[in-house]
């Protein structure tokens, strides 16, 4: 009976290691970033809306994600950061907006300083836009409240500019903690 016991016990436990070994949270460095660049890129793909026998190639501008791709970007959690950052201020600016949209997904305080950058360097208007609308997901800060009243004063893009009065609301130099 007692051999019976540990063999089981041996079992059981074997299992357990391999289903840990298996679940993207416990996945090597290496192996969540390759994983990550493939969402990215399949997110950024435009989806074709015209038949295949079509003359003209007709694409969207949204930017669709498989509801998977975004549960395992949330299981990743702030490890997925490092690897979305290196598309922030990509020149292909669909990447540069799905990476600010995973942030988003992704939340709390350290997604603040990635989508700050996009709203310091990013010349594209969509992406610095995106930027204001994910910091939402972020604790308001002085420094977000600063850099929110910036670009509502001073964005070249009329969008942007208004966009950054509407955050105003919920992160202002007043209302940031101390």
Request: some cysteine; hydrophobic content about 40%.
């Amino acid at each position: 009976m007692v051999l019976r016991t540990v063999a089981l016990t041996a079992v059981v436990s074997l299992c357990g290691v391999c289903f840990a070994q298996n679940s993207p949270n416990q996945a090597p460095p290496q192996e969540i970033a390759s994983r990550i660049d493939a969402i990215v890129h399949r997110a950024a793909e435009p989806m074709v809306l015209s038949s295949p026998s079509s003359p003209a190639k007709i694409t969207s501008a949204q930017i669709f994600f498989d509801p998977d791709d975004v549960a395992e970007i949330q299981r990743y959690g702030p490890r997925a950061i490092p690897t979305l950052s290196k598309y922030i201020l990509d020149r292909n600016s669909r990447i540069e907006r799905v990476a600010i949209r995973l942030l988003g997904v992704i939340g709390g305080p350290e997604i603040v300083r990635p989508l700050l950058d996009v709203l310091d360097k990013s010349t594209s208007p969509p992406g610095r836009y995106e930027a204001l609308l994910n910091l939402k997901q972020a604790p308001c800060t002085k420094e977000v409240a600063r850099t929110i009243l910036r670009v509502s004063q001073n964005d070249s893009d009329a969008n942007v500019g208004d966009q950054a009065r509407e955050e105003v609301s919920w992160c202002s130099i007043e209302s940031a903690p101390h």
